[in-house]
């Protein structure tokens, strides 16, 4: 119901929209809760785990009972707090985890059967029989517990994530949040204000209280209003700082667009922010507790802070006839703002004795308490038990108070715990917690306004202090200093259950079980009632289930223990975090200057770590990759084929110590390769297994150009930084990635150097150019380096121009070769024609192979040392009964080779300890007319003739095979040198 | 005799406007890296050859069509012209013109747009024009350096069509919070 | 986290890869013995309290660093280039 001339909200400007589709009409700057209220709607949700209806508790991001789903469709957002959702024409709500609806939900049996689901219900009852769990109670138990459900579509909002840095990040933007934030940007320090709310003075815009003369909010109105017009502010409201990180970095999410319908192009739904901040003041504020008495989660009953916001900032009386209870002064200014606003007040219940309550036009019952609520759907009355005994008062809204507890989580995310402090009968943060941040105000336990400013003012000079800048003198503006007085009352005794933890709908009986099936540490009562566990993370019930916990242990709250707060304080949706990744976000796309032309001739492109390769050409008749396969592996072995192998990592090596550091990385020396000649090299990791390989040309006498395979780049690249900064700082090398600058093409076939000579301007020969020759040559007026390496085994060179060029010389290369009867080849052809080679990739080198793995013991030189030489010669990486690279044909009619299967001895039988190998890469080879494959054999070499059983048990394949020679085209290399 | 057509390596992709902002393809001629092996020499030689000195770190130097970055440890990028043979004798001299994409963003929100990109402090009290620095836009190795018209960003070449759809997004981003 | 780079300045930890023990700058000869070899590659102390390791700033300068922090605390007590560090070995 809403009282005229009160609140904040904008009276011009009236907002629609839908709850379960009926509408509702509210104002701009009303939440989907203060909305509701205000149209007397006070059922908003049902419980977790007991179907119970629920109203809202609170008027924040604490709220454990008003969750809500918005949206439709796949852009549906389960789990909404109604607190925290401001309304726009045309928001859709719907309530969640009811069935068929809200207001009747059958699952609400589930109240009934409370007796055998309180705690550990399910570890005892669906023990037995075991098989049971996973196709019976678990999917009946996910049925029937839980919040809102996703929509199971892709979401098609946008998010995004962003840094900040700063001098100082103020948490907080009430009394003690501005104050500080003021203190500092005055002095000007680089400022970022983050604020939950949309609306930012925190208390001051639910408090019926003056600050330097003016109403709280008006106050709070004006010092946003200076901070907004200065440069080294950020003000971020509907911000919530979620996590605090090593090193002064802060996480906070910022809902950008939550409160709005229309958008606009790519604007985000939310942001993720991550804050770096050399000084932070925490000034979070502080969470009311409620009191646990039987049916205390009846709608209707809410935090008498809650009360007083509804009241006072979205002018809303939440009831006609308004009770109030509390154990502190702080509830007494509920009652005083709901006479003067002219509500109700059916009485105030304070469970203190003696306190005095002047000028009071309602009941005051001192020593009395609320032990029971009526009133299924929405509250109609409540029990009141004094020393005379109990008896019912009307009202359909109680508004209680149990004190309050600073918010402190941000100060444990650190692994800091808080302190007892036995004069608020809370936990406030341990000084020092957090390096770098001071806490302020109400989250640091100071309660009144003034207090509250007095702190940001203290916490804003002692941050200005570390920042070596001095605050501006200002008076401290007059506010309320009222005091608190609190008498500890955490829950009231009697029969019936009482809630404790609203979200997760754990009660006291259920923490006093947990106490008595010996779950007395507050960590395993946690876990053993789930009380703390819902998305809330116990911000309504973590100080008073301790406390209950304490009771039935017979401890203090102190020894009882502390609870552990992490990030993040709110929830963050996964999409936030993690904006930016779908599809094509979610890693940068390298793309070869040929891409363009490779799409065009159709070539589907597969992924070679960041880059994109084409794997084949198809042509016209051709009805499946293999058929284009076969036909670019003729190209290669009959005319001349062209491949883009830009890809492969270059690396420039230059310096007088170049020779050094390539005999010292790899296991060859290249310190004797002559200047114009490419070596093939391996390389080895420390520990003595085989890192990487591939060739490196001699371009002058100390100027080297190394190549690596296109996965290796990376890590190549480190590796060779950290051998000359880290071993050899002494040694005058510079190390550069060219593999950018260059556009790199292998022709290869019988008629490469034909084509090549059409094209460059100083035609070769064999003597002029032999295999493993390397030097610089023109072309189309361009300079290009020429290297005569062949990886397919045929007559090949590579060909590399300014990646400008590259683009022009492929499609130049690929008519040329189509005029020669070849053409194009892409990663299917390169792998086969690597394979009837034996050539390694990195399916053989895949970090466990080592030289004498794969047969090149003999390139590890013993004239030198290199990197990995001696632990390459323990025992272990020598033994003979290793698997030793072999080569694989099948025997008889076999269809199909399949990498990853297993090889067994003929006759054993396919079971692990008997594996005698395992297959690496297979493929089919169209001049051998079979599929060929590459094995790893233990005792390989020596039984080159054995027929085994491949066996792969996942695919269930199945062939017999013959080890041989890893060479199956050209054994004695002459066609590469021809 | 054949002819090889040089590309860019934006191609049409660039320029791009959203809102008030621009982001456009730049030339700057030759980039020759410079790997440092004598600090002092090649700085003499670099003055006396293209008139500019060997930049500190983080930093970078100008003189007319001549520009040389800070371009990472122990190495600078000399933007602009042919380098000298005198400098050769101080630094491995290494051409990667071909190797970097070149962009410059503009327009009020360019720092907000990279401040979705890059994890790094580019507030203007502290990032000041010529100020450079190496970092990551996403995921791809970037130098950044502010110019007195916005910001100048170098990706390799391979990642141009990425950053062009990272940047996009951020600018949309940014825009329509304006 | 953030890591002080000696030659940028702070920065985020995303930009830095890790390696490891900074032990890896003292490689030994290659006659030192397995013993010495097996220290060298494979035994690491996990100390609750200060550790010395080795990242790259691959990210931005690549420079390869030596980082002095605290596991427990995780405060980073000191940054220094690694080649410095090496060249002071000798």
Avoid at chain 1, 319 to 332: E, I, L, R, T
Avoid at chain 2, 113 to 141: K, Y
Avoid at chain 3, 19 to 48: E, T
Wanted: hydrophobic fraction near 40%; glycine fraction near 10%; proline fraction near 5%.
């Amino acid at each position: 119901m809403r009282i005229a001339g009160r609140g904040l909200v904008n009276r011009d400007k009236p907002v629609s929209f839908t709850f379960d589709g009926r509408r509702y009409d509210g104002f701009a700057g009303d939440t989907v809760a203060s909305a509701m209220l205000a149209n007397g709607q006070r059922l908003m949700g049902r419980s977790f785990k007991y179907h119970r209806p629920r109203g809202v508790l609170s008027a924040g991001s604490e709220e454990p009972n008003a969750l809500v789903t918005t949206g439709v469709g796949p852009a549906s957002e389960p789990n909404v707090r109604a607190t925290m959702q401001e309304i726009y024409e045309g928001l859709a709500v719907r309530s969640q985890n009811a069935w068929p609806s809200l207001d009747l939900d059958l699952m609400a049996v589930n109240d009934l059967a409370s007796p055998f689901l309180g705690a550990g219900f399910y570890y005892k009852t669906f023990m037995w029989p075991r098989k049971f769990w996973k196709h019976v109670y678990e999917p009946v138990i996910r049925r029937a517990a839980g919040l809102g459900r996703l929509s199971g579509g892709p979401n098609a909002d946008a998010y995004e994530k962003a840094y900040a840095f700063c001098d100082l990040l103020v948490i907080g933007a009430g009394p003690a949040g501005l104050m500080a934030a003021l203190v500092a940007a005055r002095a000007g320090a680089d400022v970022i204000l983050a604020g939950e709310d949309a609306l930012m003075g925190g208390r001051l815009n639910a408090e019926n209280e003056h600050v330097d003369g003016q109403p709280g909010h008006a106050w709070a109105a004006g010092v946003v209003a200076e901070l907004a017009t200065m440069d080294n502010v950020r003000l971020m409201p509907r911000t919530t700082v979620t996590g605090v990180y090593d090193g002064g970095m802060f996480s906070a999410l910022e809902r950008v667009n939550q409160h709005r319908a229309r958008r606009g192009e790519g604007a985000p739904l939310e942001c993720f922010w991550r804050i770096a901040a050399k000084q932070s003041i925490l000034a979070a504020g502080a969470l009311e507790r409620p009191v646990a008495f039987a049916n205390n989660d009846r709608p209707g009953i809410m935090t008498a802070g809650a009360v007083r916001a509804y009241l006072t900032r979205w002018g809303v009386a939440p009831g006609k006839q308004v009770a109030v209870f509390g154990n502190n002064d702080d509830a007494h200014r509920t009652a005083r703002d709901l006479a003067a606003a002219g509500v109700h007040v059916a009485a105030v219940i304070d469970s203190r004795e003696g306190v005095s309550m002047e000028g009071a036009d309602f009941p005051v019952l001192r020593g009395a308490v609320v032990c029971n609520a009526s009133g299924r759907k929405e509250l109609e009355s409540v029990t009141i038990r004094t020393a005379g005994g109990e008896h019912k008062i009307q009202a359909d809204c109680l508004a209680m108070s149990g004190g309050w507890n600073p918010s402190l989580h941000l100060t444990c995310h650190l692994g800091g715990r808080p302190t007892w402090e036995p004069d608020i009968h809370a936990f406030v943060p341990t000084p020092g917690a957090v390096p770098g941040m001071h806490v302020a105000g109400a989250c640091n336990g100071t309660f009144s306004t003034h207090g509250c400013l007095a702190a940001g003012v203290a916490a804003a000079e002692n941050a200005l202090e570390a920042l070596g800048r001095k605050p501006e003198p200002m008076d401290l503006p007059q506010a309320d200093d009222a005091p608190y007085n609190l008498k500890p009352l955490w829950s009231v005794p009697g029969k019936g259950r009482a809630w404790l933890d609203f979200q997760n709908d754990v009660c006291v009986k259920d923490v006093q079980q947990a106490a008595a099936e010996n779950f007395r540490s507050a960590e395993h009562m946690k876990r053993y009632t789930t009380q703390g566990m819902a998305p809330d993370q116990g911000k309504n019930s973590n100080v008073a289930a301790l406390a209950v916990l304490a009771d039935a242990t017979g401890r203090g709250i102190a020894e009882t223990g502390t609870t552990t707060f992490r990030p993040p304080y709110t929830p963050v949706a996964i999409a936030a975090m993690g904006a930016g990744g779908q599809g094509k976000g979610f890693a940068p796309e390298r793309l070869t200057t040929s891409h363009a032309a490779s799409l065009a001739m159709g070539a589907p492109m597969v992924e070679a770590g960041l880059w994109y390769r084409p794997s084949y050409f198809p042509r016209g008749q051709e009805r499946n990759w293999r058929q284009s396969c076969d036909r670019e592996v003729g190209f290669v072995r009959k005319t001349v084929g062209v491949c883009d192998v830009s890809t492969l990592g270059k690396i420039d090596i230059q310096g007088p110590d170049s020779a050094k550091l390539l005999d010292l990385v790899y296991t060859n020396k290249f310190s004797t390769l002559k200047v114009g000649k490419v070596r093939y090299g391996l390389m080895l990791r420390e520990d003595g297994f085989v890192m990487d390989d591939g060739t490196c040309a001699r371009l002058g006498e100390t100027h080297y150009l190394m190549t690596t395979t296109t996965g290796a780049a990376g890590e190549v690249m480190r590796h060779l930084e950290f051998v000359t900064q880290c071993l050899h700082p002494e040694w005058q090398v510079h190390l550069t990635s060219v593999t950018e600058q260059w556009a790199q093409f292998a022709v290869a076939g019988p008629k490469s150097r034909e084509l090549l000579n059409g094209l460059l301007e100083q035609p070769i020969d064999n003597d002029s150019f032999p295999f493993m020759a390397c030097g610089s040559e023109r072309l189309g007026g361009v300079a290009a380096r020429l290297f005569r390496i062949s990886f397919s085994g045929e007559h090949a060179y590579e060909i590399t121009v300014p990646a400008r060029y590259g683009a022009a010389l492929f499609d130049l290369l690929v008519a040329r070769a189509e005029a020669l009867e070849g053409g194009a080849y892409g990663m299917e052809a390169l792998n086969v024609l690597r394979l009837e080679k034996g050539h390694i990739t990195h399916a053989e080198i895949d970090g466990r192979a080592t030289a004498g793995d794969i047969g090149m013991e003999r390139m590890v030189s013993d004239a030198k040392d290199c990197i990995g030489k001696t632990m390459s010669e323990r025992p272990g990486l020598r033994d003979p009964e290793r698997g030793q690279l072999v080569g694989l044909r099948p025997v008889g009619a076999v269809k199909q080779l399949t990498a990853g299967a297993f090889l067994f001895e003929a006759g054993a039988e396919a079971r692990r300890e008997n594996a005698q190998g395992y297959t690496t890469s297979v493929g089919f080879s169209p001049d051998i007319g079979t599929f060929i494959g590459l094995a790893f054999v233990m005792r390989g070499r020596q039984r080159h003739g054995e027929v085994m059983r491949m066996v792969d048990h996942l695919r269930e394949i199945e062939a017999e095979v013959e080890i041989c020679a890893p060479v199956f085209v050209d054994p004695e290399g002459g066609r590469a040198r021809g | 005799m054949v002819e090889l057509k040089a590309q860019t390596p934006f191609g049409e992709l660039l320029p791009l406007h959203i809102g008030d902002m621009t982001v456009a393809a730049r030339d700057l001629g030759q980039l020759t890296v410079l790997g440092v092996f004598d600090r002092a020499g090649l700085s003499k030689a670099l003055e006396a050859a293209h008139g500019v000195a060997l930049p500190e770190p983080l930093q970078s130097t100008a003189e007319g069509d001549a520009q040389c970055l800070w371009f990472g440890r122990e190495e600078a990028l000399l933007v602009g012209p042919t380098p000298d043979e005198a400098l050769a004798k101080h630094a491995a001299l290494v051409d990667v013109s071909d190797g970097w994409a070149v962009a410059e963003l503009q327009g009020p929100g360019a720092e907000d747009v990279l401040a979705r990109l890059a994890p790094v402090d580019l507030r203007d009290s502290v990032f000041e024009p010529g100020d450079i620095l190496r970092s990551q836009l996403r995921d791809m190795p970037a130098s950044i350096t502010r110019t007195e018209t916005g910001f100048l960003l170098l990706v390799y070449r391979s990642m141009a069509a990425t950053l062009v759809q990272e940047l996009r997004r951020a600018m949309e981003a940014v825009a329509s919070r304006r | 986290m953030r890591i002080e780079c000696p030659i940028c300045g702070s920065r985020d930890r995303r930009e830095f890869y890790y390696r490891g023990d900074a032990i890896a700058l003292a490689r030994p000869a290659p006659d030192a013995g397995d013993d010495v070899w097996d220290a060298y590659l494979h035994l690491r102390d996990n100390p609750a309290g200060e550790t010395r390791d080795l990242w790259q700033h691959e990210g931005g300068c690549g420079a390869w660093l030596v980082v002095t922090r605290d596991t427990v605390t995780h405060a980073v007590h000191a940054v220094e280039l690694a080649s410095d560090v090496k060249r002071a070995m000798a």
